[in-house]
């Protein structure tokens, strides 16, 4: 009869995990770009369970770019995000986290973010993941 118990305790507490990873889930924004559909970007990361959650879609993006201040690297959010194609913008967004994906097509793109009055860019290729805007 314990062992019952403890095995459907198992089973609930599963569960309930994996409708927590699925809410935290929820809360990364998966958007496609309103001036290209053909590039898709997903953003968050705020909090360590919502970090594991967005790295876990790695997998579906093909370009990774973090967003960070000061030498500690204090992860920032609420950063518009300009990604343009041989000085054309192709898409705009705001990155609701330090942390985003995109799928685009293959080729070169500028990433472009501005904080605190400050704009930095950098130049990433697409099949690449790990860049970083610092501030």
């Known amino acids: 009869m314990i062992k019952n118990a403890v095995s459907h305790l198992r089973i609930t507490l599963a569960a309930l995990a994996g409708a927590a990873a699925l809410w935290v889930y929820s809360d990364a924004v998966h958007a ?3 001036t290209d559909p053909n590039i898709t970007h997903m953003c968050g990361g705020v909090g360590a369970e919502h ?3 967005l790295q876990a879609q790695a997998h579906a993006f093909n370009l990774g770019f973090w967003m960070v201040e000061g030498p500690r690297g204090t992860y920032l959010a609420d950063v518009p995000i300009q990604v343009k194609v041989a000085g054309k913008t192709i898409a705009t967004f705001t990155a609701e986290g330090p942390l985003c994906y ?3 097509p293959a ?4 990433i472009v973010g501005s904080h605190k009055g ?3 860019a950098i130049t990433a290729h697409s099949g690449s993941m790990n860049h970083y805007l610092r501030w």
């Open 32 to 34: 496609t770009s309103k």
């Open 51 to 53: 970090l594991k959650a």
């Open 102 to 104: 995109l799928k685009v």
């Open 107 to 110: 080729g070169e793109y500028t």
């Open 118 to 120: 400050q704009t930095r």
